[in-house]
């Protein structure tokens, strides 16, 4: 019984690598997320040609402005999507570290009883604790990851206006100044 709980120790040290892992991702997707919203914010500021001052009758800045900003946003979109999917992959790690668990116990050649999975080693955990252990943690950051996922649908939907219909309406508006 304690090897076995030596083994689980070891799954622990690796899931919790992965947390680590996850921890460093939360922050970039958080200070990435930032980054989307100020550029959106400074692209409604470039919306008002009041904001240009004595630029505003130099031909095409404010054509170029917005076109710099909505390549900013695409490359920043694209790493939104690149960190999510790298959160996806500690998510299924982490479900292979849990079926791997799963795995030690039931395909030992003497597969423990109820009481020997609740029996403790000392100040070890039980085999059970182990068990419910990284099958509550996997559950957890899988429906985080799935919280993520639905946050990153909404923003890939939000505005859901095709880019020729955003070019038409500039072009209009600012035909319209001229």
């Known amino acids: 019984m304690e090897a076995m709980v030596k083994k689980y120790q070891q799954r622990f040290r690796k899931f919790k690598d992965e947390i680590d892992r996850w921890d460093e991702l939360q922050v970039r997707l958080i200070s990435q997320f930032q980054n989307v919203s100020s550029i959106i ?105 799935q919280d993520l996922s639905s946050l990153q649908q909404l923003l890939v939907d939000q505005p859901n206006i095709r880019k020729e219909e955003v070019e038409f309406i500039f072009e209009t508006i600012l035909v319209g100044e001229a």
């Open 41 to 145: 914010g400074r692209v409604q500021l470039l919306q008002d040609p009041k904001n240009f001052g004595s630029l505003a009758g130099m031909d095409g800045i404010v054509d170029a402005l917005l076109g710099k900003q909505m390549e900013s946003l695409q490359l920043s979109f694209s790493s939104i999507k690149k960190t999510m999917e790298e959160l996806g992959n500690i998510v299924r790690s982490m479900e292979k570290i849990n079926r791997d668990g799963k795995q030690l116990v039931k395909g030992g050649s003497n597969q423990p009883s109820m009481k020997q999975l609740q029996q403790r080693v000392g100040l070890k955990p039980s085999l059970e604790d182990c068990l419910n252990g990284l099958m509550l943690l996997c559950n957890m950051h899988r429906s985080e990851a």
